[in-house]
Every structure is written in structure tokens, then in C-alpha cells.
């Protein structure tokens, strides 16, 4: 991850089925303060199973608004059951964040 500068890894099984996703915030909390062997840790045991997916048919708001309420910051793509991509939060910028932000607004104050 630290080679190619990514900050997450779709992990699929031998179908090519998405199984799971591996982050930094995976690596830091399952591995590194859990005193883990990084080099004897299966990646199995410390990525997040089954997580959330996007379809390519949903709109950069719905990623927003899917990786706000989940708590996190990547999110696989995944089109006829394969995976297609990985987008993260920092993929966003302008429009798309101002929107999801005025969206957020106008839900706390309805609360």
C-alpha cells in the first residue's frame, strides 16, 4: 500500500468476489496497536469483512453520504459482483462535498 501510495485494498476471493477491504486505519488498529507480526498477520484476520459497497450507477453523493454515515473513508465498486474500483474521501472535492455538507446541515437543524 505504502509503494503504490493507496490507502486501501479490496480483497477478493479466488472467484474475484469482494470479501473484504484493508485500510491503513485496518493496519494501525489490527495490527500495529494490537502488537501483531505485520509479516505473519493474515490479512483475513484483520481486514473489514463484507463491507459496503457503491455501484457504478450511484451518484459521488451517494459515496459521500454512504462513507459519512458508515464512519469511513473508502468504499468498494463493485459492478456484477466484481470489483471495479475503490474510491475514497479524498477523491471528492468542490461541488460534490459542499453539497453532501449543506445536505448535513439541513439534517441536524431538522433534528
Known amino acids: 500500500m505504502s509503494e503504490r501510495r493507496c490507502g486501501s485494498v479490496a480483497v477478493v476471493d479466488e472467484a474475484g468476489r469482494l470479501v473484504g477491504i484493508f485500510t ?4 494501525v488498529s489490527r495490527v500495529l496497536a494490537s502488537g ?3 509479516a505473519a498477520t493474515r490479512l483475513a484476520d484483520v481486514m473489514t469483512r463484507d463491507p459496503l459497497t457503491l455501484s457504478p450507477e450511484q451518484t ?34 468542490g461541488l460534490e462535498v459542499d453539497s453532501h455538507e449543506r445536505e448535513r446541515e439541513l439534517w441536524e437543524h431538522m433534528r
Request: hydrophobic residues 45%.
Open 24 to 27: 491503513g486505519r485496518d493496519a
Open 36 to 38: 501483531r507480526d505485520a
Open 60 to 93: 459521488a453523493l451517494d459515496a459521500l453520504r454512504l462513507m459519512w454515515d458508515g464512519g469511513f473513508r473508502h468504499l468498494p465498486m463493485v459492478k456484477g459482483g466484481r470489483v471495479v474500483g475503490v474510491v475514497s474521501r479524498g477523491d471528492f472535492a
